[in-house]
């Protein structure tokens, strides 16, 4: 239960992502001080899934350096690779039914583009310039194709709040990184 929103800056050539701060377990609500969204490097993430996963990414977890290689296909290669290594040493990599790995999901920007990470460790990309993920993903992702906001950071503020205002998993504080 959670939202997390990012989106391109193109004026700026960076992404902007945006998380809530509610940590849900049932009927249960904590607000968090831990962030779901954070910098590493020069990557911004935002994540939903685990806070076990979040504190990987941020604390365990260094992105490998990227070399002649497109940015989309680092992302499905080097790094992908290098984000289930880090779940492996942290205890967190998962199993399905069928045995293949399972992770979380998260959004990451860099270079200016936006990418999620599904939580079979498949990479996407949209062509909208925008993504989001959790529970309050739908209601997020109407709110900025419906606003009139011109600012990349006051759109996903309002893509939060009204994902908060639909969905009882998503609350404030909300917090926004660029990379």
Same mark, same amino acid.
């Not at 497109?70 to 039914?97: A, H, P």
């Given at each position: $239960?959670?939202?997390?929103?990012? $989106?391109?800056?193109? @004026? ?5 992502? #945006?998380?809530?701060?509610?940590? &849900? ?16 490097? @020069? /990557? &911004?993430? #935002? ?20 070399? @002649?290689?497109?940015?989309? *296909?680092? $992302?499905?290669? @080097? /790094?992908?690779?290098?984000?289930? *290594? ?16 399972? #992770? ?10 936006? !990418?999620?990470? +599904?939580?079979? !460790?498949?990479?996407?990309? =949209?062509?909208? #310039? ?27 503020? +309002?893509?939060?709040? =009204?994902?908060?205002? !639909? ?6 504080? !909300?917090?926004?990184?660029? =990379?």
């Amino acid at each position: $239960m959670t939202c997390i929103v990012g $989106m391109i800056n193109k @004026d700026k050539d960076s992404v902007v992502i #945006g998380a809530d701060s509610a940590g &849900v377990a049932g009927l249960e609500l904590t607000l968090r001080k831990d962030e779901k969204v954070f910098k590493n490097n @020069d /990557f &911004v993430i #935002g994540c939903t899934s685990s806070f076990r996963m979040i504190q990987l990414l941020k604390y365990s977890f260094s992105p490998p350096r990227v070399y @002649d290689k497109d940015v989309f *296909e680092y $992302m499905c290669t @080097d /790094f992908i690779n290098s984000v289930r *290594e880090c779940f492996k040493e942290g205890g967190y990599l998962q199993k399905w039914e069928d045995g293949d790995d399972k #992770g979380g999901t998260f959004l990451v920007g860099h270079k200016g583009r936006l !990418f999620k990470v +599904e939580n079979d !460790f498949q990479v996407s990309e =949209t062509i909208q #310039g925008y993504d989001a993920c959790g529970s309050g993903e739908s209601y997020a992702l109407g709110s900025i194709y419906n606003s009139k906001k011109k600012d990349v950071k006051n759109k996903i503020l +309002e893509a939060l709040e =009204t994902a908060s205002y !639909f969905n009882a998993g998503v609350s404030a504080p !909300f917090i926004t990184y660029c =990379t």
